[in-house]
């Protein structure tokens, strides 16, 4: 367990119970955003747990299912470092980040965002959203 997931251990076993309630299966999802939005629907029905969480345990369960992400799901601390590039809200393109980040992958520029927040000069980019 990550340090930063101590905090909600206690409450993972009522988000084991909460997700069994719903009898998904592995083949109920075709992609990543569709085992997230699942999850997210999880952690929140129990107080306690929170996008953090469901990114961690979407992540985890991803990898066994074989479904990567596709967009960078930015929360806490990639949160912090995407709103260095003016990027907002729960996901984004890939294309939206700079070409740099986009070499990393979905994954890898989600754990760099979140890695290296403080270090990330504070700018608010202006990126061709529409270059291919």
Same mark, same amino acid.
């Given at each position: 367990?990550?340090?930063?997931?101590?905090?909600?251990?206690?409450?993972?076993?009522?988000?084991?119970?909460?997700?069994?309630?719903?009898?998904?299966?592995?083949?109920?999802?075709?992609?990543?955003?569709?085992?997230?939005?699942?999850?997210?629907?999880?952690?929140?029905?129990?107080?306690? +747990? %929170? @996008? #953090?969480? !469901?990114?961690?345990?979407?992540?985890?369960?991803?990898?066994?299912?074989?479904?990567?992400? *596709?967009?960078?799901?930015?929360?806490?601390?990639?949160?912090?470092?995407?709103?260095?590039?003016?990027?907002?809200?729960?996901?984004?393109?890939?294309?939206?980040?700079?070409?740099?980040?986009?070499? +990393? %992958? @979905? #994954?890898? !520029?989600?754990?760099?965002?979140?890695?290296?927040?403080?270090?990330?000069?504070?700018?608010? *980019?202006?990126?061709?959203?529409?270059?291919?």
């Amino acid at each position: 367990m990550h340090g930063h997931q101590c905090r909600v251990a206690g409450k993972l076993p009522e988000g084991w119970q909460t997700a069994l309630f719903d009898r998904k299966h592995p083949e109920d999802f075709q992609d990543f955003q569709s085992l997230y939005c699942w999850i997210k629907s999880v952690t929140g029905r129990v107080s306690g +747990l %929170g @996008a #953090t969480t !469901a990114y961690d345990v979407s992540r985890r369960l991803s990898v066994k299912l074989r479904l990567e992400p *596709v967009d960078v799901y930015v929360h806490a601390g990639s949160a912090a470092g995407a709103r260095k590039f003016g990027i907002e809200g729960e996901s984004a393109p890939l294309s939206n980040f700079p070409k740099e980040i986009q070499a +990393l %992958g @979905a #994954t890898h !520029a989600e754990k760099f965002l979140c890695i290296y927040k403080d270090s990330i000069e504070s700018r608010h *980019v202006t990126l061709d959203r529409n270059r291919s």
